[in-house]
């Protein structure tokens, strides 16, 4: 068994299949893309992968405990960095850490100095209440309150969006050494710049996650991830 398996999940909204039997797998030190076009169930997929929704049915296994019935498994694997930052905008820098850092055991001054925090430039901010942050910014600190449990597996939905060049640009250098360290990235990304950090891409459509087996990374030259998704990507029809 692989160390992230999901199993036929379905989800529907109101009288409308979302998702329709969506599998996949990954690895232990994997890096796994997500792509479809605008609608058609990548950030409903992440959301129940995170534990944030529930699926109706299907199975998801974090290294063989069934997340779908000990539903503590995910906070345990899983650290989620949804579209939408979820962070508390009245409070400062600091606090949304400590919101995420309580019962970690770990100390948020050790993580920024020299610790996990200080690849995200928050020191400097450390005061600052979230509602004055830049997007790039709220952005990291996203990431930062995501990891703040050291999960296994970080989990984003389109991170890049409306960052500019220079911090999409270390969003991918951290993601890229999170999982050289053995850690696992699942994400939904529009982006080819973020999707050439993936070893596999997944294509959603019909609800379903079909491999692109000929963009693994050992097959891919870079030109072929815009391409592809071109080609393959199509808007999907809504029944009134
Ligand atoms: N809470 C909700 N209630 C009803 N319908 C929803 C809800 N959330 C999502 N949907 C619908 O489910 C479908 C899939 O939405 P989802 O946000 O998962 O797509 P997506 O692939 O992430 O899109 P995008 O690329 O635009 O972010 C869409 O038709 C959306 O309108």
Redesign the pocket.
């Known amino acids: 068994m692989s160390f992230i398996e999901v199993r036929d999940i379905h989800k529907s ?2 009288r ?1 299949e ?1 998702l329709r039997g969506a599998s996949f797998y990954a690895e232990h030190g994997e890096c796994i893309g997500i792509v ?12 129940i992968l995170s534990g944030s929704s529930k699926a109706e049915s299907g199975h998801i296994f974090y290294d063989n405990h069934d997340a779908t019935k000990e539903r503590g498994t995910f906070l345990r694997y899983t650290g989620f960095v949804p ?1 939408d930052n979820p962070l508390l905008s009245h409070l400062s820098v600091y606090d949304n850490l400590r919101f995420w850092y309580c019962e970690t055991g770990r100390r948020i001054d050790d993580d920024m100095a020299g610790g996990i925090l200080s690849r995200f430039g928050l020191d400097a901010y450390r005061s600052y209440d979230v509602s004055k942050l830049s997007g790039g910014m709220k952005k990291r600190l996203s990431i930062a309150c995501a990891i703040a449990r050291d999960p296994q597996v970080l989990i984003l ?2 991170p890049g969006a409306s960052l500019d060049i220079v911090c999409k640009e270390d969003i991918k250098n951290y993601l890229r050494s999170y999982v050289n360290t053995g850690n696992t990235v699942i994400i ?1 990304s ?1 982006e080819t710049g973020e999707l050439e950090l993936c070893d596999r891409i997944y294509l ?1 459509a019909g609800g379903r996650l079909t491999e692109l087996e000929f963009l693994r990374r050992s097959v891919r030259s870079s030109a072929d991830i815009a391409d592809t998704l071109i080609r393959y990507i199509r808007i ?1 029809e ?1 029944r009134q």
């Open positions: 909204y109101r409308r979302v479809g076009a605008n609608g058609c169930g990548k950030s409903t997929l992440l959301g579209q939905d389109e939904a529009h959603m999907p809504v």
